[in-house]
């Protein structure tokens, strides 16, 4: 399928994004087609935001680039997907963390039975044996989670949802990544805790400048920290752009935000619309 | 009364100490993989037929040259692999074709090598520190296998799946050890001192009957648990593997590759198994009820946790003096107050052992709580 999209991806001339993906397709199982042609690009140093209802493709497009499909059954079967111009859709998971991407899954998943540092020192893995840098960047996570060096030596299983979240961000922290593929960090958690983790990964981007390619349900939380949103719809880009111009979008209001919508009369204008919109 | 009761005991626990070994080997691929490993008893089997054939009387056996050249190939191949996995270590990380080269022209290098060593050695019976580093070197070579042609492709898949397939490499081994080496019994001659000591004899008359065999079987495998346990909770490597088996997916997101992991696991296990087979082994004579052994790991792991490597230790004391102190003292009186036949209890007596804490401690005495949080 030819995606014409209106994203800024053939910057790459200029400079290479972190990620770029060109329209793939992903399908679990041999069967179920999950992703019909997602195009999408991550420039450095930025907050891209991949926004949509359940089911819509965000986790499979996000483990579409961290290679953790091939775990679940899932193949990418068209399409490709770069990393700073190269092609990585080959390489295992280890290999991506090594070029610094490194995903954060849904539902935190930590190591319940390990404490909160050793679930730390495991995102270290790939740095082997450096001593000096392991500590010094365990002194920086908890520099951005203070919560966590409280409870560094209680077991994860045992923690909060948010210290939870906190453990699993951490966690990649220490891979040392340039990109962070975070997929629903605001799942299960109070709406304080949600601005609390925001305003740290917003804060890890500016600082750390650390890209971050945020898969949310949560629409809009995800635009107010986001710089660029894409919107996906039965695994297809439907709507992408500036974040501030998403939030004025009228269509993300209605559909995502669960404002606005009064121009629109009856229910089939809405379908018409929207089957429209699908193919753009 | 005390003299027999302390000497049972004492004779209970050592026999511990070995089940305890096996019961270590299922705790390893457990703890990292989240799997039964049946085929753990397979392992010990194989292990110790390997040993006792490559070091083995040949006196009036047929010799399988071929079995020689094959076992010191894959020494001379391990010892390549080692070789090189240090020198890439030591020089730089990195992987890729050229590397990949490299790995071959070595192993082939190895596997000449030590195949003209196995033909200079000519007619078997190698001398048995040889034996043993072979029967490593092929334990290795088995966990490849197995992760290889196995594992690899059932990551992420229910446990029963992984345990059925442990299950099809159980039956595979034994049968497979048997077609390589053969059926018959074999021994195993460690050079265990066998004349039995007798401890305390000032306080109890004729002293404690202790037998040297086990005393050396037990203080191997206290240092092989020690070993264990300081690689488990100390070393990265080790917090990988607890990771893995945590969690699989979470531990490929974080950039632990499973395939190394599993690999170490298996090889570890299954040098735990050849610990246990040459213990065994030597004690048993090599045959195939050495595998059975595996069923007797079974209430030692319920008793200590399935994933907890002192718990296996403590499970295999328990369960090893429960059944002798059983046999020798529960054993009269049930027959004198219910005009039993009696005896029999030291086979019954681990699982009932087993089914009770079952019932009140499922996760055993040192197991992991499951952890569930919503």
């Not at chain 2, 240092?223 to 909770?233: G, H, R, T, W, Y």
């Not at chain 2, 049930?334 to 029999?344: K, S, V, Y």
Request: charged share 20%.
């Amino acid at each position: 399928m030819e995606a014409r999209m209106s994203h800024p991806a053939p910057a790459s001339a200029v400079a290479p994004n972190v990620i770029d993906v060109a329209s793939i397709e992903v399908i679990y199982n041999h069967v179920i087609l999950v992703l019909k042609g997602v195009s999408l690009a991550v420039p450095d140093g930025s907050i891209v935001a991949l926004l949509g209802a359940n089911g819509a493709g965000k986790s499979t497009t996000l483990k579409a680039i961290s290679n953790l499909l091939r775990t679940e059954r899932g193949e990418v079967t068209k399409g490709q997907v770069r990393c700073r111009g190269e092609r990585v859709d080959g390489l295992t998971p280890s290999d991506l963390v090594r070029r610094g991407v490194i995903q954060v899954m849904e539902g935190r998943h930590c190591f319940g039975h390990l404490t909160v540092e050793e679930n730390l020192l495991t995102g270290a893995y790939i740095h082997g044996g450096k001593r000096r840098q392991i500590a010094d960047d365990l002194d920086k996570v908890y520099h951005y989670f203070p919560r966590l060096k409280e409870r560094r030596a209680s077991q994860a299983g045992y923690t909060s949802g948010g210290e939870q979240q906190m453990t699993a961000i951490g966690r990649a922290l220490m891979s040392r990544p340039s990109t962070i593929l975070l997929d629903e960090p605001s799942m299960g958690l109070a709406p304080q805790l949600v601005e609390e983790i925001f305003e740290i990964v917003r804060s890890l981007n500016e600082k750390e400048k650390v890209s971050i390619l945020l898969a949310e349900q949560n629409t809009n939380v995800a635009l107010r920290y986001a710089h660029y949103g894409y919107i996906l719809e039965n695994g297809r880009v439907v709507l992408d752009g500036d974040a501030a111009h998403l939030r004025q979008n009228e269509d993300v209001k209605e559909f995502y935000l669960g404002i606005g919508g009064e121009g629109r009369r009856s229910f089939r204008d809405v379908k018409h619309y929207r089957r429209r919109k699908r193919w753009l | 009364m005390l003299g027999p009761f302390l000497e049972t005991l004492i004779g209970g626990l050592l026999t511990g100490v070995l089940y305890s070994l096996v019961a270590l080997g299922f705790v390893l691929i457990f703890k990292a993989s989240g799997v039964f490993n049946f085929a753990q008893g397979a392992m010990v089997l194989f292990a110790a037929l390997t040993v006792a054939r490559l070091a083995g009387e040949i006196d009036n056996k047929e010799v399988h040259l071929a079995n020689f050249v094959v076992a010191a190939a894959i020494l001379g191949v391990a010892l390549a692999l080692v070789g090189w996995y240090c020198w890439r270590e030591y020089v730089a990380r990195g992987s890729g074709a050229p590397e990949r080269r490299k790995i071959q022209m070595l192993a082939a290098l190895g596997a000449i090598v030590g195949g003209g060593a196995a033909w200079l050695y000519g007619k078997g019976a190698w001398p048995m520190w040889l034996a043993i580093a072979a029967t490593a070197a092929i334990m290795g070579l088995l966990a490849y296998a197995i992760e290889r042609l196995v594992l690899r492709h059932l990551v992420n898949q229910e446990g029963i799946i992984l345990f059925m397939a442990t299950l099809g490499i159980a039956y595979f081994l034994d049968g497979f050890g048997q077609t390589l080496w053969g059926s018959d019994i074999y021994t195993i001659n460690l050079g265990l001192p066998k004349d039995p000591i007798f401890l305390l004899e000032g306080v109890f008359p004729g002293g404690l009957l202790v037998d040297p065999g086990d005393l050396v079987a037990a203080v191997i495998a206290a240092a092989l648990v020690v070993v264990l346990a300081i690689f488990f909770q100390t070393t990265r490597v080790g917090r990988a593997l607890r990771a893995v088996a945590d969690d699989h997916a979470a531990a490929q997101s974080v950039g632990i590759p499973l395939k190394t992991i599993w690999l170490i696991v298996w090889t570890v296990s299954g040098f735990v198994a050849l610990a246990a087979g040459l213990i065994w082994g030597a004690k048993l004579g090599v045959q195939f009820s050495i595998s059975l052994i595996a069923l007797k790991a079974l209430p030692v792991l319920i008793l200590g946790g399935f994933t907890s490597v002192p718990g296996a230790i403590v499970g295999g004391l328990i369960i090893g003096a429960g059944e002798k102190l059983s046999e020798v003292f529960l054993a009269p009186i049930l027959i004198r107050a219910f005009d039993l036949a009696g005896g029999g209890i030291e086979n019954w007596f681990a699982y009932v052992l087993a089914l009770v804490f079952l019932l009140f401690r499922p996760q055993g005495l040192f197991g992991e709580r499951i952890i569930e949080r919503v």
